[in-house]
């Protein structure tokens, strides 16, 4: 079992920046990649970014040059810098991890709002 909580969220206007942690506990050393999700009111979760064991990241068209996954690993945490925040980007974002079973966050709300 991993646990997953997230924070950082909140409202940032159009152009600004935030950055989200999510800290893994429990099962760490079975994880096969971190990451984020997020999911828009009435749409479906969708992949945001992750980080694999490896190091090697994935991210979805629609942040590549604006979001930045990262991962401390000493610190069993996940991060995820967003820059340039457009109204688009807001939801609700989950982090994630993988082992042999996917685990969830509870989310955090990102509200991009003049």
């Known amino acids: 079992q991993v646990q997953l909580v997230e924070s950082g969220g909140g409202l940032v206007q159009p152009g600004g920046s935030l950055r989200l942690s999510c800290a893994a506990s429990?099962?760490?050393?079975?994880?096969?990649?971190l990451g984020w999700y997020r999911q828009a009111p009435g749409e479906q979760r969708k992949l945001v970014a992750l980080?694999?064991?490896?190091?090697?990241?994935h991210y979805a068209d629609s942040v590549k040059g604006r979001f930045t996954i990262s991962r401390d690993n000493a610190k069993n945490m996940v991060y995820l810098e967003m820059n340039t925040l457009q109204p688009e980007d807001t939801a609700v974002y989950l982090c994630?991890?993988?082992?042999?079973?996917?685990?969830w966050g509870q989310g955090t709300q990102v509200t991009v709002s003049p």
């Open positions: 994630y991890a993988l082992t042999t079973e996917v685990f």
């Open positions: 980080i694999l064991r490896g190091g090697g990241t």
């Open positions: 429990g099962d760490v050393f079975g994880l096969n990649a």
